[in-house]
């Protein structure tokens, strides 16, 4: 099994753009699709970005993901945060047949 | 699409619990499913899924053998079966839909429950 690695937590201003970065521990990121969760305090998770890169319909186009196969990490862009972007934020990827959540990273917009 | 988790409660340590996942809105048996905790103040952790038909599931490590998923789709819910609980079961277990649709294999979560509480403690 191969774990990700997300930072504990990133803050930022309102209306500037945040990075959370999500390291794949051992296999390519590539080789199956990242998905991004948003939890806010009290709430059940939802997901933000599906296969690396899709935006769920109702999810602003402030959020964006990506992957980079050079640092087996795939990533979480957030731009023009506002202050009710401010929650947890979970990377999620799956092999054969188990699911595998990053740490989380709390993000603050201060 | 709505899921509704159940059967959460305090319980003795080495006693058993049965969770409960009522699905409405989409036809549950179409897609698989998956159980997800959260301990107090921490993340996510994944504990079990099961394939549409049954014929794939898994297990964390942390769970395995003491846990059981299933699921009855004509009653449109899922269950976990948790036996020999200890303290450090102690979460919110959220029930949640896959993307998988009709395939042996499961992806990732798109729909989540709100949760049912499971304390373990004496």
């Known amino acids: 099994n191969f774990m990700l690695t997300q930072p504990h937590s990133v803050s930022e201003s309102p209306g500037k753009t945040v990075t959370i970065s999500c390291t794949r521990s051992s296999g390519s990121i590539a080789s199956n699709y990242v998905q991004w969760y948003q939890q806010r305090p009290g709430s059940a998770p939802t997901i933000v970005i599906y296969e690396d890169n899709e935006r769920p319909s109702g999810v602003p186009d402030r959020f964006s993901g990506s992957i980079d196969s050079s640092s087996n990490s795939a990533s979480l862009t957030i731009s023009g945060l506002k202050t009710e972007d401010e929650a947890d934020y979970y990377c999620?990827?799956?092999?054969?047949?188990?699911?595998?959540f990053g740490g989380g990273t709390k993000l603050t917009v201060l | 699409v709505q899921l509704v988790e159940s059967g959460g409660g305090l319980v003795q340590p080495g006693r058993s619990l049965r969770l409960s996942c009522a699905a409405s809105g989409f036809t549950s048996d179409d897609y698989a499913m998956h159980w997800v905790r959260q301990a107090p103040g921490k993340g996510l952790e994944w504990v079990s899924g099961?394939?549409?038909?049954?014929?794939?599931?898994g297990y964390a490590d942390s769970v395995k053998g003491r846990f059981t998923i299933s699921r009855d789709n004509a009653k449109n819910s899922l269950y976990l079966q948790m036996t020999s609980l200890r303290a450090e079961d102690t979460a919110l277990y959220y029930c949640a839909k896959d993307i998988s649709y009709h395939t042996p294999h499961y992806y990732y979560m798109d729909v989540w429950g709100k949760g049912t509480t499971v304390t373990v403690s004496s």
């Open positions: 099961i394939s549409w038909n049954s014929g794939t599931i």
């Open positions: 999620q990827s799956y092999d054969s047949s188990n699911q595998v």
